[in-house]
């Protein structure tokens, strides 16, 4: 073999394994190598979700403001859960029912009020951050509490005269979604299969996000 010859064949080796290396190497950096990149898996794996909850869920990602636990993410204006594990990883989303009026803050008169005595205008589920608490209803069904002090919790979709939750659940739209006295309903195999396992052992975090505002504003004043 002549000394071109050999340099060629030299060139061709390097090159060789310089195109194994770099394809090694492509996966682990589009994971790892910018937010942007692992808010595209999220977006990939929820099409719907909206600028807000994307938003968002960046901000907890960059500032592990989950404290490495489960956290769930509600999109009020669109009617929708998305919840992720510890690790920040989309697990599932799905529809949820919500107070029928659009506010992100209770009435503090209305603390003590039984559901009969809640105007419609009080009947909100709130915007905040929540660590959620397990618990059980009057019936010992579970449910997570997300507000004790209000008795507000999000549980499975009950079934209350008059009202068709469950239709209202499937439906294509959020516009009929508007329903409960403040509660957050969701499907029996959303919470059974998801939601419960996740929360459960060591409880977690549920953000509401707000109606009225931007998450800018929501996150700055301390999720008031």
């Known amino acids: 073999m002549t000394r071109t010859g050999f340099f060629h064949f030299l ?3 390097c090159f060789f394994f310089a195109v194994i290396i770099a394809l090694a190497i492509l996966p682990v950096m589009n994971r790892v190598c910018c937010s942007e990149g692992v808010l595209r898996e999220f977006v990939v794996s929820a099409a719907n979700a909206s600028d807000a909850v994307v938003g968002m869920v960046s901000w907890i990602r960059d ?94 979709v009950i079934k209350v005269p008059g009202q068709q939750r469950a239709m209202r659940l499937r439906s294509e739209t959020p516009k009929d979604n508007r329903i409960t006295w403040g509660c957050i309903n969701v499907s029996v195999p959303l919470y059974s299969t998801v939601i419960s396992p996740l929360f459960k052992p060591g409880g977690g975090i549920i953000y509401v996000i707000p109606e009225e505002t931007g998450i800018g504003d929501f996150i700055n004043r301390g999720f008031r």
């Open 11 to 13: 060139s061709s080796v």
């Open 63 to 156: 500032t592990n403001d989950n404290k490495n636990k489960p956290f769930a993410l509600i999109d009020k204006k669109n009617a929708k859960i998305f919840v992720f594990n510890a690790e920040g990883q989309l697990v599932a989303s799905g529809p949820v029912l919500l107070g029928v009026t659009k506010k992100d803050h209770l009435d503090p008169n209305t603390m003590y009020a039984s559901n009969d005595e809640l105007a419609v205008d009080n009947r909100v589920t709130p915007a905040g951050r929540f660590q959620v608490k397990n618990g059980r209803d009057l019936h010992r069904k579970e449910l997570l509490w997300f507000d004790y002090s209000n008795a507000l919790a999000l549980h499975t």
